[in-house]
Structure formats: C-alpha cells, structure tokens
C-alpha cells in the first residue's frame, strides 16, 4: 500500500494535468449580442456558447469555435415555443416549418381535439398511434421540436363514431385505455375543442375521467373552451372543473372574449382564473394577437345537424325543412352552443379563408378565397344564408373561415396578464409550395414578431423582456418543459436573434403568405437553421417526449 502522501502528490499531478488541458472548442460561439435570457429579468449584454446542441457558457463567453457569430447588439432570445399548433400533419409534408422558423419558433406543440392518434391506418399513412407518429416525424426529420397532446375528440370518434350521446361504461374504459396507451408513447396529456363535435358532445365527468391518466403519467389538460362568448364564464368554469376533477394542470387555449356584446369582459375571465389560482389550480392560458380567430364555417350550424360527420350535415343542408330548422336556429339570439354567426353579428364579419383545392375548383367557389361572405352572396345574387349552405354543400362541409369577433382592448389587457403565455394557433405554411393554399390567418405567419412589432415597440402594452417571456420562459413553465425556453447553462440551444427595431409581422388578413422581417437567426438544437434570413435546410428538431413516456 502506498503511504499517503505518495497518493496525494498522484492526484495533485493529475489535477494539474487535468487543469492544463486545453477546452474543446465551441460548436457555436455568439458575440456582442443583448441576451434577453426568457426570465423576464432585464437583458445584459454578451456572448453565449453552444457545444454538443446545449448552452455551454452565457456572459463573457470567450475561446475557439468552430463557428462565430457577431450578434452587433442585437437582441438573443430563447427560441419561442408556440404552445398552440396545427402543424401535425403540415411538418410531414414539409419538414422546414418555413412560417414558424421564420418567426423565431424552435418548438411547436401540437394536438388539440384531433390529434394524429388514435386512428385506423390508411394506404398514404401507415401509422395508428404516437409512436408510429412519432417515428415518422423522425425519419423524414424536422427543422422544429415538437411535443403532442391526445386529442379527446379524436378518441371518442375513434371509439363512438360522431354521435350525440354519452358514452357506455365499455366505451369509456376503451377510451381511458386508449390514453392510458398513449401518455406511455410520449404524449403530453389531454387536450378538447369543445365547440367541435364529437368533442362537443362529451359533458364534462367524461372529460374528468380521461384526463386521470393523464395526470397520473404527468401530463396536462388544454382546452378550446366550449364557450367564449355569451356563455364565457361556463366556459372557463368547466375548464378548472376538469383541472380539479383530476388533479391536472390547465392550459386555455387562445384565451378571448367573442362578440361586440361581451366586449369589455377580459376583466371578468381573470377574475375566474386567478381565484382558481387562489384556491390552487394551476391554471394558466395562451393567446393570440389579432382581433379575428379562424374556424370552420360549419361552426355557424347547430350541433345535432353535425352527428354523423360532414355527409351527415350536408344531407340535412340539402332537406328544405331540415334546413329551415337551422336557419331558425342561427338566428336564436340566445343559442344553447358557441354560435361563430351570433360572435360574428353580420355576414360581413366573416371572411372565407380556403376551401378544399379541388373540390373549390370543380365547383366554382374557389375565387371567394379572401371575400366576406355577404360580398360574396351578393356577387352570387344570393341570400347570405343560401349562399353559405350551398357552399358548403359543395365543398362537403370543408370551408374555412376568418372571424372578426375579438375587441383590441380586451385583447391588451389579456397580454398584461402573468400567466398568458403567445400562441398562434396557427400552422408551419410556405410561401411556396404544397403549403401554399387559400387565404388563410396571418396568424400562421406573424404571432411572435406582431407581438415584438406591434404590441412592445409600437403600443408598449408589454417590455420586450416580458414579451420574450411570454414566448420562451413562461410557456416552457406552463408546459413543464424542464431543458428549454431559457439562455442558461445546460439548456438546449433554441436561440433567435433579432432587431428590436425593426422586427414586424408583414401577414395581413388580405395577403398573409408574407414572411416577417427582423429575425436574422434561428438555432435550434445547436444548429443554425436560419442564417442571416436564409433556411439552411437544416432539420435538427427532435420530438419532446411526455412524462409518462415508456412508464
């Protein structure tokens, strides 16, 4: 045995050894930048290093990489996480995420009522299930990261078809195994459009008992709200029941206020959240900044005309008394559902976005893309109604719309708020391409530079540091993603650098394929996807796993 000292003097050598060894080099080093760190706290200027797709060093970051990048004061932020997608099947088609990437998004979150999984296999999609999903998105590869929800209207139409009744104890255990099942492929809890049927049939025990599985795997619960108009209090009411019901997490999503009449009731909607809050619910929201939303034009029809899906709905359209009793109840100034014609008020507040491509074309309507409808009606010689059943008899129910049903000070004094994360609802569409199609929401274009643009330089509603917040920190928290939305050693390395001056959305509701100007740069996982405004191509976006994945 050697004496002690011998032992001592080994390890000291070692020490030094150890100590004159130089650093590997940086993958990535960013200098001169204003670090906007995503806590909300001030920013500081400096660099930050990247190795091996983490944060290796914030502040005064100095030594060899293998690439530089020479901010000049511009603003590094975290990489914005959007944390209301529907880019399930668009980054599939296109894995570059073109109109997210260029907004400074790194991580999408996708999955609301209708989720990728649970479904049957079909001859172009030879998936069932989030791991067949999941493996599919890996292999084609993604420029973005990206975490799903289960969709509990997708469930049940997997287990009950479309129909307007409660479900059987049989049916419900199949569909509480159904997300048992997926909480263990990596989903990352629960998610409803309550205004969308089946979903809109599901009363609310039911949504309780498929959302324990989910909070026992640690997952979330998020919801469109069954109401956001008349009845917006049942709304959010119903959402904290299923928060306390089940003892999970709530996450609104796009938090509003619809129709002139409720203008003004923002106030009353914190008022509901944050005594929840008080009483210990986590409950929190996101947003969108515009005063329009985007649906379908079917969300104008009742919900019993909608049992037994879109051929269902266009038979009854095409029955003369049948299609009396829905005018007649479109008109009901006190409807007993979330009525998209009533939150409107007139024809004119609703803008047709896109119709299906071909059927749009075989049939004529086509050419209305970007038309409010009772511009659109009169063109035709139409009553507006006829008009909008006739349309979407043609085009099998699929028409998209634009809606004008939201008031400007509501939506400011929402982006005040603590807990109201930026989210666009919106999709990774292109300027060019298969993407390209209809007139869609600008929103899918411009969210997180409007927000910097509009609402922080412009109109000061938030400080820029807040506003990083909402888009990175914030949301990272609300979705208890523990590895990102922060620039802090360790962290994955989603970056976004941009031009506090200039940054801007360039999407209008009249020609929203526009990118947004400002963002020069956008890394995600280490790897430069975004440089000095070009895509390089680069796909390094990894699917984030849920909680109760492989448990």
Known sequence: MKPLHVVAA???????????????PLDLLITNARIIDGTGGPSVAGSVGVRDGRIAGVGRVTGAAARTIDAHGLALAPGFIDPHSHSDYALLTDGNAESKIRQGVTTEVIGESGSVAPQRPTAARNWSDFAGYFAAVEKSKISVNLLSYIGLGQVREYVMGNEERAPTSDELAKMTALVADAMKQGAYGTATGLIYTPNAYAKTDELIALSKPAAAAGGLYVSHLRYDGDKLREGLEEAIAVGEGAHIPVQVLHIKVTGAKNFGRMKEVISIVEAAQKRGVEISANQYPYVASSTGLMQTIPPWAHEGGNAKLVARLKDPATRERIRKEMDDPNPSWENRLISAGTWHNVQIASLPSRTGMETGYKRFEGWRVDDAAKEMG???????????????????????????????????QPWVSIGSD?????TSGPLRTGVPHPRNFGTFPRVLGKYVREEHVISLEQAVHKMSGLTASQLHIKDRGLIKDGMAADLVMFDPATVADRATFTDPFQYPAGISSVIVNGQVVLDNGRHTGARPGVVIRGRGHGA
Do not use: H
């Open 10 to 24: 080994v390890l000291g050598a070692c020490i030094t050894l150890a100590a004159q060894q130089p650093a590997r």
């Open 382 to 416: 139409k009553d507006p109604y006829d008009f909008v059943f006739e349309m979407l008899i043609a085009n099998g129910g699929s028409v998209s719309c634009v809606w004008f049903i939201i008031d400007e000070t509501d939506l400011k004094l929402a982006m005040r």
């Open 426 to 430: 919106g999709s990774a569409l292109a």
